[in-house]
């Protein structure tokens, strides 16, 4: 079964750096440098450079696969190609790494081919394009 929703969201910010420890926070402030919550949801994702997001407060991981401001962006920035097979069915290729995948929409498609590409060994099946067929 192919990663969808939170789950594809989820993989898609750990590719690009993130990392997810989880319940690492606290519910009041410390002076210790522990991230704190006050809402209680102590599920905790660190940017790349530094920073804390509680998952709960800040809605993260962000909606990649779904929303175009959020992921549109990284089909340029990556360079990830999509094109339309058939409707309802769409294909994406990186263009260094031709790591690829399909999906129901456009940008589905292209965040789990971002996933595949900074990831090889991450756990996505799914039919790939045959190598003859690659461009």
């Not at 789950?7 to 690492?24: C, K, N, S």
């Not at 175009?68 to 990830?80: F, H, T």
Request: include cysteine.
């Amino acid at each position: 079964m192919e990663l969808e929703g939170k789950e594809l969201d989820a993989a898609v910010a750990l590719a690009l750096g993130w990392e997810h420890p989880g319940a690492v926070g606290k519910t009041e402030r410390t002076t210790d440098g522990t991230p704190y919550c006050l809402s209680g949801c102590n599920d905790w994702w660190r940017h790349p450079v530094g920073g804390w997001l509680c998952s709960g407060c800040y809605g993260f991981p962000y909606q990649y696969s779904s929303d175009w401001q959020i992921g549109g962006p990284l089909i340029e920035s990556e360079q990830i190609s999509v094109e339309c097979e058939h409707p309802g069915a769409w294909f994406a290729q990186e263009r260094y790494t031709k790591a690829s995948a399909r999906a129901a929409t456009p940008l589905a498609a292209a965040m789990r081919a971002l996933v595949r590409s900074k990831t090889p060994n991450a756990s996505m099946s799914g039919p790939q394009r045959p190598a003859q067929e690659q461009r």
